[in-house]
C-alpha cells in the first residue's frame, strides 16, 4: 500500500480537498426514478449501510445518485465494486405499521445491490 | 469545562491507550504530530455551523443561489469557500410550508463536516439515533417544535457517503435584512432539522 | 451485522439530552483520538469503511456503556493492529511505560 504522510502545512488543503467515493461501472442503473423497489432481507455478518428497519421494504426510487464505492464491499477487503446509489423514500406505514397517524416519510441512499432484482412479483406476494 | 478531566490522581485510561497509540505511530514515521494538533484545531475552530448558517442565509437573499443550491448542493457551498472531508456529496433539502425534513445517522454519526463542524453530542447518542426514524414528531416536541398534525415529516438518514443539510423557513419579522444579520440568526438545530430558525419576534431578548 | 450501532426504530433509550454550543471535545483525550483517527486514515492505512465495522465489533455491551470517543479509540485500536501497523503487546507495553512515569500525558 503506498502510503502518503500528511504534514501541518498540508492539512487544510487537504481537509477542502476531501476524499473521493464515488467510482465507475461499465453497466448502467438498473433502475429508474419512480420505481417500486423493495430491499433485500439480509442479515450479512459484515459491515452494512442497510438498517435493520429498511430490510424486505417497498419503496420508491426518487433519485439516481451516481455511481459509488461499495462500502460493505470495501470493508470487507473485497475491492471497491463501484455501484449505483439510489435515494429511496419509504412511507412510514411501510416502515412502522399501518397505525402510524401520519403521512410522514424517510429517505435512504441505497446500494443497488441492497434491491431486490423482481421487487413487484415479491411485492405482491 | 465540568467535563474536563484533568485533575490529579491516575491518569485516565483512555488517555493513556491513545497517548500509547499516537506516540507509536510517531514513532514509525506514520502519522506527524504537529499534523495531529493542526487538524484538531481545524476541527474546534476552522469549521462549524457558522459555516451552514451562512449558506442558508445567502439562499434567503439571493433566489438564483438557492436555486443553484438546491440543484448542486456540493458547487453551491464551495461557491461560499466550504469544502472538504465529509462534505464531498452534498445535499441540500428545503423545509416548506408543508414539508419539515429531518437528518439523522441512525448506524454511526454521519454529518456534514464542512459546513456544521463535528456533531453535537446528542446527534450521536442512541436515544436521537433510534428514536428520529419511528417517532420524530416526539423528537421535535422535545427540541421545542410542535409540529402541526397536517405538516408532513421528511426524515433523512444519512446511511450512505451522500451528506444532507436543511434549509430552513426564513422567519417572519426578518424582511429588509441584511445576509450578515440573517446568518446570526441561523441555528444548529434548524440546519439539522431538529426545529425550526425562531422568528425574532419570539426571541426578543433572547441569545442567539 | 445485526449489532446495536444499528439503533433505528429501538425503543426505550429515553429522553434525549440536548447540549447547546459548539463543543465537539470535552478532553485532550478525545482531540487525540479524532485527530489521530483522521491522519492515520488521510495517510492511507485504512478507510472509514474498516473504522466503521471496527467499531460495530468492539461488542454491544461495551458499545452502549462507553460515550462516544471510546468507539473511536476501540475502533482505531482494532484497525491498526488487523492492518499489521502495531500490536497488541506493543500498545500494552507503552502504556505501562507511560503509567509509569506518570508524567502529564496531554496539555
Not at chain 3, 78 to 89: P, S
Amino acid at each position: 500500500m503506498a502510503n502518503f504522510y500528511l504534514t501541518k502545512e498540508m492539512a487544510w488543503d487537504v481537509f477542502k480537498t476531501g476524499a473521493v467515493h464515488r467510482g465507475e461501472r461499465s453497466e448502467g442503473p438498473r433502475f429508474k426514478v419512480g420505481d417500486l423497489v423493495r430491499t433485500k432481507n439480509q442479515h450479512p455478518m459484515g459491515h452494512t449501510r442497510l438498517p435493520r428497519y429498511a430490510r424486505g421494504k417497498v419503496g420508491t426510487i426518487e433519485r439516481y445518485q451516481g455511481c459509488f464505492i461499495f462500502a460493505d464491499s470495501r470493508a470487507a477487503l473485497k475491492g471497491d465494486d463501484p455501484q449505483p446509489i439510489y435515494r429511496v423514500r419509504f412511507k412510514h406505514q411501510e416502515l412502522w405499521g399501518n397505525s402510524y397517524p401520519y403521512k410522514d416519510s424517510l429517505s435512504l441512499d441505497i446500494y443497488e445491490d441492497y434491491l431486490e432484482p423482481d421487487p413487484i412479483e415479491r411485492a405482491e406476494i | 469545562m465540568s467535563h474536563d478531566h484533568e485533575h490529579s490522581g491516575p491518569p485516565d485510561e483512555r488517555a493513556l491507550r491513545i497517548k500509547a497509540i499516537e506516540s507509536l505511530l510517531i514513532e514509525k514515521g506514520i502519522i506527524d504530530e504537529a499534523a495531529v494538533d493542526e487538524l484538531v484545531d481545524i476541527f474546534e475552530h476552522r469549521i462549524g455551523p457558522k459555516n451552514g448558517a451562512k449558506v442558508v442565509a445567502r439562499a434567503w437573499v439571493d433566489p438564483d443561489y438557492k436555486a443553484r443550491l438546491l440543484e448542486n448542493g456540493t458547487a453551491a457551498i464551495a461557491e461560499l469557500g466550504f469544502s472538504g472531508v465529509q462534505g464531498e456529496e452534498m445535499t441540500v433539502i428545503e423545509n416548506t410550508a408543508t414539508v419539515h425534513n429531518m437528518v439523522v445517522c441512525t448506524l454511526c454519526s454521519c454529518y456534514p463536516w464542512p459546513t456544521l463542524g463535528l456533531p453535537p453530542s446528542w446527534y450521536k447518542s442512541a436515544p436521537y439515533r433510534s428514536r428520529v426514524v419511528i417517532e420524530p414528531r416526539e423528537v421535535l416536541s422535545e427540541f421545542g417544535y410542535d409540529i402541526p398534525d397536517d405538516k408532513e415529516v421528511r426524515v433523512w438518514d444519512s446511511n450512505a457517503e451522500l451528506r444532507y443539510l436543511v434549509l430552513p423557513q426564513r422567519p417572519t419579522g426578518t424582511e429588509g435584512w441584511s445576509e450578515e444579520q440573517l446568518a446570526e440568526i441561523v441555528t444548529r438545530d434548524a440546519m439539522i432539522g431538529t426545529n425550526v430558525v425562531p422568528s425574532p419576534d419570539q426571541t426578543h431578548g433572547a441569545s442567539l | 451485522m445485526n449489532g446495536v450501532h444499528d439503533m433505528g426504530g429501538m425503543q426505550g433509550f429515553g429522553p434525549i439530552e440536548i447540549d447547546q454550543g459548539y463543543a465537539p471535545f470535552h478532553s485532550d483525550w478525545e482531540r487525540r483520538v479524532h485527530g489521530v483517527l483522521c491522519i492515520f486514515a488521510i495517510n492511507g492505512y485504512f478507510n472509514f469503511d474498516d473504522s466503521r465495522y471496527a467499531i460495530e465489533r468492539m461488542g454491544n455491551a461495551e458499545y452502549l456503556t462507553t460515550p462516544y470517543y471510546e468507539h473511536w479509540l476501540a475502533g482505531l485500536e482494532i484497525v491498526a493492529i488487523e492492518k499489521g501497523v502495531l500490536t497488541k503487546e506493543e500498545i500494552e507495553a507503552r502504556k505501562e511505560e507511560l503509567r509509569e512515569k506518570g508524567e502529564p500525558l496531554y496539555g
